[in-house]
């Protein structure tokens, strides 16, 4: 499973972030190196990814995290999402990944505040399809 696009906004030091990530021609992904300064959303950004692989495993397996509920009480979680990651006077925040794997796609979502989907349709450019039908929770 490769990890293709990750939008995040409004993400604890993260303003905005969209970025697709880039593949070779066979379909490969290239590597890609993350530098910042303290504080500047590194390891937001790594949590992110393997938030997204943990809640995906979870629903793969059901012995993949100590103590997980097939029917999600009690279950744990890699990290804390929602609102304790809002950036600090904003409206929302937003955490979108893609994934594929053997030519199937995985998304991942995670969200608080009040997210206007309308313009939210635009900014994740059909990227996200998965997550479309949702777009009116947000």
């Given amino acids: 499973m490769y990890l293709k696009d990750i939008l995040l906004e409004n993400v604890a030091s993260i303003d905005f972030l969209d970025v697709t990530l880039p593949f070779n021609d066979d379909g490969t992904p290239q590597p890609i190196i993350i530098v910042g300064v303290n504080g500047s959303g590194k390891s937001i950004f790594l949590s992110y990814i393997a938030d997204a692989l943990v809640e995906f495993a979870k629903t793969a397996y059901r012995d993949i995290v100590p103590g997980h509920s097939p029917i999600g009480i009690g279950s744990p979680y890699f990290k804390i999402s929602g ?3 809002q950036k600090i006077g904003s409206q929302f925040s937003i955490g979108l990944l893609k994934f594929i794997a053997n030519e199937k796609t995985f998304c991942y979502c995670d969200h608080s ?4 989907h309308t313009f ?12 479309r039908p949702l777009a009116k929770v947000f």
């Fill in 113 to 116: 505040g009040n997210v206007d």
């Fill in 120 to 131: 939210y349709i635009d900014k994740i450019k059909n990227r996200f399809q998965t997550i």
């Fill in 83 to 85: 609102g304790i990651n």
